[in-house]
């Protein structure tokens, strides 16, 4: 009998066990899923802002690119206008269309141009801000002046991230902005 006994001690106790432990495995998954959930979030954030980053380098120096060359050639007689964005053709808008796959773009982007098409300081190209808003930068003189003159653009965007991640309207990410600059030398 005391073998009997002990497999029905061990019965009822394992039976107990198990009682036991029912609500575990749900009190795991609700500690858990708000924590995948906000890893999911800023892993799609964080994507956005390296997609973020690759375009507006590639906007700056295509936007340059075109201040110098045009649709043409180096040889062509004028240098494209430096804006104003609504005008297709000028160094803003391309620097602009670069940027329309990202959210808010037209509304959140400030384009700087500095081309010796708006005329010249001294030996600096003159600037103008078209699109949003945003900070001036002065650029720098070409060191083989006057024979170079030194084109730039500046584009600086102001991110809307897609999955805002917040807590009682407190932002969990501090408001970013990203800049690039390009600065290329035309013959002049």
């Known amino acids: 009998m005391p073998s009997g006994h002990i497999s029905e001690q061990r019965l009822f106790s394992s039976r107990h066990l198990r009682a036991q432990t029912s609500g575990q495995s749900l009190l795991e998954v609700a500690l858990f899923l708000p924590l995948l959930v906000l890893l999911i979030g800023y892993a799609v954030d964080f994507g956005y802002c390296f997609m973020v980053a690759a375009n507006l380098t590639s906007a700056a120096r295509n936007a ?8 043409q050639s180096p040889g062509q007689l004028s240098l494209p206008a430096a804006g ?8 803003s808008a391309s620097a602009l269309g670069d940027l329309a796959s990202l959210k808010n773009s037209s509304t959140t982007t400030s384009v700087q141009v500095c081309s010796k098409s708006l005329g010249m300081n001294g030996q600096i190209p003159k600037c103008s801000n078209y699109g949003a808003t945003g900070s001036s930068y002065v650029p720098a003189q070409d060191p083989e002046a006057p024979r170079f003159v030194l084109q730039r653009v500046d584009v600086t965007y102001t991110i809307q991230l ?3 991640m917040s807590f009682f309207k407190i932002s969990f990410l501090p408001q970013m902005k990203f800049h690039r600059q390009v600065s290329m030398r035309a013959m002049d």
């Open 64 to 71: 340059t690119e075109y201040s110098i060359l045009g649709y």
């Open 84 to 91: 104003p964005i609504t005008t297709a053709t000028s160094v």
């Open 162 to 164: 897609p999955i805002p």
